[in-house]
């Protein structure tokens, strides 16, 4: 939790202590993890008719009308509360000192900071603390330290039912958004149990729904029935994930959404001879922070936090130095789709920490997850096969280099150096490298 409010301050492009936040507790001693959900739900002035009276047909991609109530500071707290060794204000400390003398931007955070100037200069405060820098400069937030600080002495009430959370509520309603007071007051995280599949000798775990974690079981039960051989970087491997994503991702379109709302069944995606029904969507491109943690006492942590995409809304609650995520802008304004928006509902998500275990051992022997958005199940069941099929030790699992299909399906991504990455340029397959 520490590491993530650093980067809460740090990497504003990516994260934000205005997102979500989702996360897997495999405790010392303990038979299985458990799941947190820290996923805040839409606004309860969100309705298909008060987005299309806007004039949108389909979600914004940034703006007030996407910002969901943030499930992260509950996420920190009750984790904390549950299994932590410290308080609080120790935790953020180190991100309270960040934000309030300065961080060296990287080169990474001034591409982002150009590259998204153009629209983020639309709102004030966003034109204020995210100027377009150039690397090694020194960004402040003191607006933010100020907001740490005050969740640090008071804790995650004065973020959902305080003064920061009059203070959100207030920029929300300034802008004529879809998220009140009383839904910050109203919100709270859930414990769950993660969802288990077996793969080869192992037993993968990842989050239920609304997550797209049945989405990455599904790749890896379909992946099992490949010989190891098969399964290396390489043609042969590139070319059955192109293929899976066509099968498998379809289901996460027809699906997944809050269960809240919509039954959704595990059957399809566990049971390797389901094949989806046409080419999925192509959903917003995301980005996030995948962070995991082991103690001396045996407790391993995968979390993942974002703000959704590059900035999410681009709105910053004047007077706290928060940026409120885009997250509504999954949902759909199709009345017949099952993720589509709803007062009170989660969106489908893209956050997926997992862990995994040996088959027949109750302990943890992999934390992994990923950034990507949409590629995250992608580049999970490649990570794993590198693991188990490979033989590849953590270090060079995760450096091995990957292939993806771009959302929406159609083009291979492949980094440059993919072993045969020539040859399937040269293929039948529409490759981007």
């Known amino acids: ?7 809460c301050v740090v990497y504003p492009h990516m994260t934000s202590i205005g997102g979500d936040l989702f996360a897997m507790v495999w405790p010392a001693g303990a038979d299985a993890p458990v799941g947190f959900e820290g996923a805040g739900p839409a606004g309860s002035l969100a309705t298909l008719g008060a987005v299309r009276e806007r004039g949108h047909e389909v979600m914004p991609p940034h703006g007030i009308l996407t910002v969901t109530v943030p ?24 991100a309270i000192a960040l934000a309030r003398d300065g961080f060296v931007v990287t080169e990474g955070l001034a591409s982002s ?21 150039h690397a090694g400069m020194l960004l402040r937030n003191p607006e933010l330290a100020a907001s740490l600080e005050l ?66 079981l599904a790749l890896i039960r379909r992946l099992e029935r490949l010989d190891s051989a098969l399964l290396r970087p390489g043609p042969a491997l590139a070319r059955e994930l192109y293929r899976l994503r066509d099968v498998a991702y379809p289901l996460r379109d027809r699906y997944l959404t ?39 006492h045996g407790n391993v942590v995968s979390l993942i936090q974002s703000v959704a995409n590059s900035f999410g809304s681009g709105v910053i609650a004047e007077g706290t130095g928060i940026l409120l995520q885009n997250r509504g802008l999954y949902f759909s304004l199709d009345p017949g789709h099952v993720n589509r928006l709803e007062p009170g509902k989660r969106t489908m998500h893209t956050l997926i920490p997992a862990l ?78």
């Not at 939790?1 to 980067?7: D, E, G, S």
């Not at 900071?113 to 820098?133: K, N, Q, T």
């Not at 969740?151 to 959100?168: D, K, P, S, T």
């Not at 029904?277 to 922070?289: H, L, Q, S």
């Open 151 to 216: 969740i640090g002495r008071q804790g995650v009430n004065v973020f959902y039912r305080g003064e920061l959370a009059a203070a959100i509520a207030a920029a929300i309603e300034r802008r004529g958004g879809l998220v009140t007071a009383a839904d910050l007051a109203a919100h709270r995280g859930r414990w769950t149990a993660p969802i288990a599949a077996g793969y080869r000798e192992i037993t993968v775990y990842e989050m239920p729904p609304p997550t797209q974690g049945l989405l990455a």
């Open 258 to 296: 809050d269960p809240d709302f919509a039954e959704v069944p595990e059957a399809p995606f566990l049971d390797p001879d389901v094949v989806g029904a046409g080419r999925a969507e192509a959903i917003p491109e995301g980005d996030t922070v995948y962070l995991c943690s082991a103690d001396e």
């Open 71 to 94: 499930g992260t500071v509950d996420a920190w707290g009750r984790l904390l509360e549950t299994y932590g060794s410290v308080g609080m204000g120790r935790i953020v400390e180190p």
């Open 356 to 433: 995994a275990s040996r088959r027949g051992e109750a302990r943890p022997w992999a934390s992994f997850g990923s950034m990507g958005a949409d590629g995250q199940p992608q580049v999970q069941a490649q990570l794993l096969v590198n693991l188990v099929d490979a033989g590849l030790d953590p270090a060079a699992a995760v450096a091995a280099p990957r292939v993806r299909v771009a959302p929406g399906g159609g083009e291979l991504w492949v980094e440059a150096d993919y072993p045969g990455a020539t040859e399937l340029q040269r293929g039948d397959l529409p490759v981007k490298l």
């Open 1 to 7: 939790i520490a590491a993530n409010a650093v980067l």
């Open 113 to 133: 900071l150009h590259e998204h100037f153009e629209w983020l200069v639309a709102e004030p405060e966003a034109a204020r603390l995210l100027p377009p820098l």
